[in-house]
């Protein structure tokens, strides 16, 4: 079974409900405004520390949460809200 696909529309359905807006960006798109295109995830991690100095990104075993961080600054900087 399809379960990301599911899971996708599941939220594309939520935010439509609730009339909150969003934008759905390609890994392309985040990793060339933080400069990471081409670079793998640890390069991620490296680049969110010094933006997000209070997020729990201490450990270095946790490389998505290092790209989390990075998919949501462009969201943090211009809010669609």
Known sequence: MFK???RYGLW???MATV???NAWGLPVAWKR???LLGRDKDASWQRAQPRFPTAD???KNDPDRGEAWCIAYPG???PLV
């Open 4 to 6: 990301w696909g599911l």
């Open 12 to 14: 594309r359905g939520v």
């Open 19 to 21: 009339q909150l807006p």
């Open 33 to 35: 405004s933080a400069g």
């Open 57 to 59: 990104l201490a450990h």
């Open 76 to 78: 943090l900087r211009h």
